[in-house]
């Protein structure tokens, strides 16, 4: 099936760092996600974008986030400063089609 | 309060067995409804959608969904150690937004 990459898929950082999450999503797909997953709990839902423009953020969308698609293929998630809490898996998605969404296999950010 | 409640929070079933699964929105903005399943340590992998009134079934997975009170409910039948997972309930509505239940950890016992 359609595959979505992520890199890296683990990422180390100090607290306070920069740090940029990539994705390649499908090609033809149109809407586009992030989500935070904390030790296999709960997706929570952090910003989509369509169009190349941002939909919807959610609450867990600090103002340390940002999210870009520098030239129009792949997207970034960048945090900046990061925070103890950032700490967690962060997975892309893409879609064709709303609800119909293809993760990536996910970066681990560590925030020591 | 969480909009996407899911129930069982864990739930083991014998190898040939029915595992059934909840889930109710509070949120009467939402369009439609997908379930997505998720082994340990990989991503979340679509299983099926339903978006109107009823029933749907793919092989061993059926689905169903009464819109009026919100209320999904996914039953696999013939259940095996390879359907063990985190069985996630997604909701969505007009703004192409998904929002995840905590899931339901289902355990196949051989």
């Known amino acids: 099936g359609p595959k979505v990459l992520q890199i890296p898929s683990h990422q180390i950082i100090d607290m306070g760092q920069m740090v940029t999450l990539n994705c390649d999503p499908v090609?033809?797909?149109?809407?586009f996600y992030w989500y935070k997953q904390i030790l296999g709990q709960q997706m929570e839902f952090l910003v989509n974008?369509?169009?190349?423009?941002?939909?919807?953020k959610s609450k867990l969308f600090k103002d340390q986030f940002s999210v870009e698609r520098p030239d129009g293929s792949y997207f970034t998630l960048k945090i900046q400063p990061t925070a103890l809490e950032d700490s967690a898996v962060y997975f892309c998605?893409?879609?064709?089609?709303?609800?119909?969404?293809?993760f990536g296999s996910g970066t681990r950010l560590t925030v020591l | 309060q969480q909009k996407v409640q899911q129930s069982p929070e864990s739930l083991i079933v014998p190898e040939g067995g029915m595992a059934s699964l909840n889930c109710t929105s509070s949120?009467?903005?939402?369009?439609y409804f997908w379930w997505y399943r998720q082994h340990s340590g990989k991503s979340p992998k679509m299983l099926m959608?339903?978006?109107?009134?009823g029933e749907k079934e793919e092989g061993r997975f059926t689905v169903h969904l009464n819109k009026a009170s919100l209320h999904t409910s996914l039953h696999i039948r013939d259940s095996q150690p390879s359907d063990s997972a985190l069985y996630l309930c997604?909701?969505?509505?007009?703004?192409?937004?998904?929002?995840f239940g905590k899931g339901t950890k289902l355990s196949v016992k051989s």
């Open positions: 959608s339903i978006f109107s009134n």
């Open positions: 997604a909701v969505g509505g007009s703004n192409a937004k998904l929002t």
């Open positions: 974008f369509y169009n190349g423009k941002v939909m919807e």
């Open positions: 998605a893409s879609s064709p089609d709303r609800g119909q969404l293809y």
């Open positions: 949120d009467r903005n939402v369009d």
């Open positions: 090609s033809n797909h149109l809407y």
